[in-house]
């Protein structure tokens, strides 16, 4: 049993047995968790599969042979859910599921229910490449890691490109929008459609003190943080143009305002505003998803100082898009409904989307498949 | 509870608490493990941490407040190590530790315990860039995913760079070398330390039947396969020239004999034994790193047929080294044994390393390590 346990060698792994099959998922959409655990005396299921994609808690029954097992009485909508279950008030991931995503400090176990059109899923499109790359910031003083995307084609086209930075939330990295927000494979998916331009992605680490995701900077495989970084000096968004020069060093990009946009959700929906603004020449397209626009502490930095002035500025260069989505339960609603009131007040044109649902993945990869394909036309 | 369990926000996961601390690693080298689960029995744990890096299970002790823990009796050696735990006899991994690694249908958990020239941590060097890149075969009939892995500098140094081909065993894919083989942090620190020339390293997919490692094709989240792959037709052997032309026409590759290794373990080192004697002008240096190197059936296809003459072709073509190593427990070792009286038979040159221990990845880094050095010089 030890040897069999240990799966470090491609034989005997081979010889490993699963706990069994789970999750299911019945041809007319529903799912079912199952476990075997004759020992264990109460059994749940934890996620975001409820009715409307809502957090939910299901009782496991246990039936024949100590297999725990739940069916969801409904139908699911396509979509991408996480789950892991409760046995005996441990939390644990399903071990018959090898596919799970790390969100800060939890690993949780993912499924997708496909669908028509289904942008999540890694379809049989062409694929574009994508790379952890490190390049140098003198301002943050070490070398940090990327997540960058090419489209199927960049390798051979010659032509130039443009580039979407797409900056992840708190507790993010440079990991986050490719995995729990499958930003790589809604962008190959958009792309075969022809329903958004071959385009570039950046996902930057956007944790001013941070090199690089836990477990991949020289600080070992150490616990990822479970406390909100306090690293919002402005010394991000003053580093963020040796980012921009890097890329267009190193990939072939259309150097221009016109051919960048800069996103992102939450934290990074807060860097896009205040970097957008800071360097209004830099980038033509601007995304704030459920982004934190309050009015940052100005005794912090220069960056956070004179916020209506250099909105200002930003609007009389006229950036093609400025594009704001929020969901109606996110606890930053009220701050968005301000920032929005600012900008009326002063008459800047932005595109607003109000969303269901609160502060989770789920919008904002609806977010991202709506705001693409506006880019770069 | 429920909104809490499911990770999915950001904001949400931050707020979520970990099991406990574990693995916890002493100054001196002793690890310890821990899981609070207060309704549990008996929880054991399960891995290659025992002495020498034997497989082990080791009972845990239950303590105050339900807490189980084990430490290890004695220091364990610099290497990255394997566990999960079993309690009441389901195979769970450990909940505190987001660190997991697949080997084919299971996930465990690792640590590394760090020691002098550590080669598997990410350490403070520079850093090469590793990509997922798709490339056609219209001889297997379908795109495929390769892992490659640049050198630091490969982006604005303008030069060519030397090549390794690094193959995976059966039930491995373009994963498995830069996850469970740690393959890129050992290029880059043989590279910083001056020990290893700077390369581009080639991870291709070995099952001629598949386009990507599971989660990555278009056959959505599969369970992964359990059984051993039939796809030893020939037809991947066949197909590698399609890999190297892609190689040279998207990189700047030393187009040439001497500018092109090609190793791999297991079933890689099959293919590695297969491919450099079907194509004898290709690869300057070969490594089989504990290799199915026995005869295949040759009525199969006409890439098993005619070994002898094959690899006497090969070898008056002169390899500039062809490099075998083996443990002492493999269950291939009888097989090597005879392959390696073959060459001696016909007086090939090749260089042997014999190792404690059978079939594991520990072994297979340490032959990478030790390979790596004797290339492009």
Same mark, same amino acid.
């Given at each position: 049993?030890?040897?069999?346990?240990?799966?470090?060698?491609?034989?005997?792994?081979?010889?490993?047995?699963?706990?069994?099959?789970?999750?299911?998922?019945?041809?007319?959409?529903?799912?079912?968790?199952?476990?075997?655990?004759?020992?264990?005396? !109460?059994?749940?299921?934890?996620?975001?599969?409820?009715?409307?994609?809502?957090?939910?808690?299901?009782?496991?029954?246990?039936?024949?042979?100590?297999?725990?097992?739940?069916?969801?009485?409904?139908?699911?909508?396509?979509?991408?859910?996480?789950?892991?279950?409760?046995?005996?008030?441990?939390?644990?991931?399903?071990?018959?599921?090898?596919?799970?995503?790390?969100?800060?400090?939890?690993? $949780?176990?993912?499924?997708?229910?496909?669908?028509?059109?289904?942008?999540?899923?890694?379809?049989?499109?062409?694929?574009?490449?994508?790379?952890?790359?490190?390049?140098?910031? +003198?301002?943050?003083?070490?070398?940090?890691?990327?997540?960058?995307?090419?489209?199927?084609?960049?390798?051979?086209?010659?032509?130039?490109? +443009?580039?979407?930075?797409?900056?992840?939330?708190?507790?993010?990295?440079?990991?986050?929008?490719?995995?729990?927000?499958?930003?790589?494979?809604?962008?190959?998916?958009?792309?075969?459609?022809?329903?958004?331009? +071959?385009?570039?992605?950046?996902? +930057?680490?956007?944790?001013? $003190?941070?090199?690089?995701?836990?477990?991949?900077?020289?600080?070992?495989?150490?616990?990822? !943080?479970?406390?909100?970084?306090?690293?919002?000096?402005?010394?991000?968004?003053? $580093?963020?143009?040796?980012?921009?020069?890097?890329?267009?060093?190193?990939?072939?990009?259309?150097?221009?305002?016109?051919?960048?946009?800069?996103?992102?959700?939450?934290?990074?929906?807060?860097?896009?505003? !205040?970097? $957008?603004?800071?360097?209004?020449?830099?980038?033509?397209?601007?995304?704030?998803?459920?982004?934190?626009?309050?009015?940052?502490?100005?005794?912090?930095?220069?960056?956070?100082?004179?916020?209506?002035?250099?909105?200002?500025?930003?609007?009389?260069?006229?950036?093609?898009?400025?594009?704001?989505?929020?969901?109606?339960?996110?606890?930053?609603?009220?701050?968005?409904?301000?920032?929005? !009131?600012?900008?009326?007040?002063?008459?800047?044109?932005?595109?607003?989307?109000?969303?269901?649902?609160?502060?989770?993945?789920?919008?904002?990869?609806?977010?991202?498949?709506?705001?693409?394909?506006?880019?770069?036309?």
């Amino acid at each position: 049993m030890s040897l069999a346990a240990t799966g470090l060698s491609a034989q005997q792994a081979l010889r490993e047995k699963a706990n069994t099959t789970s999750p299911e998922l019945s041809a007319d959409g529903h799912v079912t968790f199952r476990l075997i655990a004759p020992a264990a005396t !109460q059994v749940s299921v934890n996620g975001d599969f409820g009715i409307g994609g809502a957090n939910t808690s299901a009782a496991m029954t246990r039936t024949d042979g100590g297999v725990w097992e739940y069916t969801t009485p409904y139908a699911l909508a396509p979509e991408l859910y996480s789950y892991s279950f409760m046995v005996d008030s441990v939390r644990f991931n399903d071990p018959s599921n090898v596919y799970q995503l790390r969100d800060i400090s939890t690993l $949780s176990n993912i499924f997708i229910v496909p669908g028509d059109g289904d942008l999540y899923s890694v379809n049989d499109v062409p694929h574009g490449t994508v790379s952890k790359i490190w390049y140098s910031s +003198p301002t943050l003083g070490f070398d940090r890691r990327l997540t960058v995307y090419t489209p199927a084609g960049y390798e051979t086209s010659g032509r130039r490109y +443009p580039v979407l930075y797409l900056l992840h939330g708190m507790g993010g990295d440079e990991n986050a929008w490719s995995e729990l927000g499958r930003a790589t494979q809604i962008l190959d998916n958009l792309i075969a459609s022809g329903k958004a331009e +071959p385009m570039i992605l950046v996902m +930057p680490n956007g944790n001013a $003190s941070q090199q690089a995701a836990p477990g991949e900077s020289h600080h070992g495989l150490v616990v990822p !943080q479970t406390r909100l970084p306090r690293n919002n000096k402005g010394t991000y968004e003053e $580093s963020f143009p040796e980012i921009v020069s890097f890329i267009d060093r190193t990939y072939r990009t259309v150097v221009a305002k016109e051919g960048r946009a800069i996103a992102g959700l939450s934290m990074g929906g807060m860097h896009s505003m !205040q970097i $957008s603004k800071e360097y209004p020449d830099m980038f033509g397209y601007v995304g704030l998803f459920s982004a934190a626009v309050r009015n940052m502490d100005t005794t912090i930095s220069d960056v956070y100082k004179d916020l209506d002035a250099k909105l200002a500025r930003q609007f009389k260069a006229e950036p093609k898009l400025y594009w704001i989505a929020i969901g109606k339960d996110d606890f930053l609603y009220k701050e968005n409904v301000a920032f929005r !009131q600012k900008l009326d007040a002063a008459g800047y044109p932005y595109i607003y989307h109000e969303s269901d649902g609160g502060h989770i993945w789920r919008n904002w990869r609806d977010y991202l498949v709506l705001f693409v394909p506006q880019l770069f036309k």
